[in-house]
């Protein structure tokens, strides 16, 4: 998961179109509905964070167009997180993002919430190929194993198997997959 800025954009790339410089473009300058912009800033304010001498002469204008980006989608994850390539963010609006670690593939619609339950080192991780649906509320020190889906306007307070998709509130498992 050491992955340099340029391959971890390809990754995300890839997950709404072919990750060329047209894709790009196509993706950055007329979205549809995703917010590639916004996963374009994380990584770049990412990168330029890991850097002394960048992040002296880009730190400033880089968090700027960053902040103005999270403002705009409604979208808070904390750049000191270790987000795999293929970050997928559907609509943006009311998502929060503070975990541990994320791994690859990561899909998470608007209106959720991932983070501490009672104290700032109680807050999940989650696994490969994981998508959480709109409204889920996902907390506490617990693990979403890999290829979990966790259904719409559920409350995730527990660890998760894999190939599992739970729902509800609290979360039960509804099906293995």
Same mark, same amino acid.
């Given at each position: ?7 971890? $954009? ?10 060329? $410089? ?6 950055? $300058? ?49 750049? #000191? @997180? ?14 929060? @993002? ?24 109680? @807050? ?10 709109? #409204? ?5 020190? @617990? ?9 719409? #306007? ?24």
């Amino acid at each position: 998961m050491n992955d340099s800025y340029i391959t971890l $954009l390809r990754k995300d790339l890839s997950r709404l179109c072919d990750p060329n $410089l047209k894709g790009f473009l196509k993706e950055y $300058l007329f979205p549809r509905g995703n917010t590639f912009r916004y996963v374009f800033w994380f990584r770049t304010m990412q990168a330029v964070k890991k850097n002394f001498i960048s992040k002296i002469l880009l730190g400033f204008p880089v968090y700027i167009i960053f902040r103005h980006y999270e403002y705009k989608y409604g979208i808070h994850a904390n750049t #000191n @997180i270790k987000i795999g390539g293929g970050l997928k963010i559907v609509h943006g609006d009311c998502v929060y @993002i503070n975990c541990r670690e994320v791994g690859e593939n990561f899909t998470i619609y608007q209106g959720v919430t991932t983070g501490a339950s009672r104290n700032d080192e109680d @807050i999940p991780v989650i696994k490969d190929n994981v998508k959480i649906c709109t #409204n889920s509320v996902v907390c506490g020190d @617990i693990t979403l194993e890999s290829n979990c889906c966790v259904g719409a #306007n559920s409350f995730v307070n527990c660890s998760v198997e894999s190939n599992t998709v739970v729902a509800g509130c609290p979360a039960k498992v509804i099906k293995r997959l």
